[in-house]
């Protein structure tokens, strides 16, 4: 039995479906138009398949939404996402936890920077430039305040 979550999710997608056909000329609203067991031949999906998915009482089988993306015009991705089958920061590959900021041992060491000698040169480097970037910050934002 659905859950209430997979009913709004339905409920939302075949809302979203049904939007993107209607802006992909597909008058899915007209009963006598044809245009719905179109959109099923172009999105190769059967005409029942493609009437729940309409009427957010189902959603399409992740191996369908190539096709539906395709009939609609639609990244697959943005099918992929509202569906529930992937979440928006799982398609990017974002990293689920932050990771920790890089030090310069860790460059020098990415780098093969071995001799403690130029780890230090290469540490002096970074201070500077943090410095640098620190003060053209802070000139910048006094002429922003000055500008307003």
Known sequence: MPTDENADLASAF???VKAEARRAGYAVDDQRSG????????????????????????????????GLARALGVPVTELLVRSGVVTAEGLTGAPTKPRPPVT???????????????VEVLRGVVRTLQEVESHTAHTAEGRNAEAQ
Do not use: W
């Not at 009427?55 to 369908?64: A, D, E, N, V």
């Not at 860790?106 to 403690?116: H, M, N, P, V, W």
């Open 104 to 118: 310069v041992d860790d460059i020098a060491e990415k780098l093969g920077i071995r001799s403690e000698a130029n």
């Open 14 to 16: 075949g809302s979203y």
């Open 35 to 66: 245009a719905k067991a179109k959109l099923a031949v172009d999105s190769g999906m059967s005409p029942a398949a493609i009437s729940r998915v309409l009427s957010g009482t189902s959603l399409p089988h992740p191996t369908q939404l190539e």
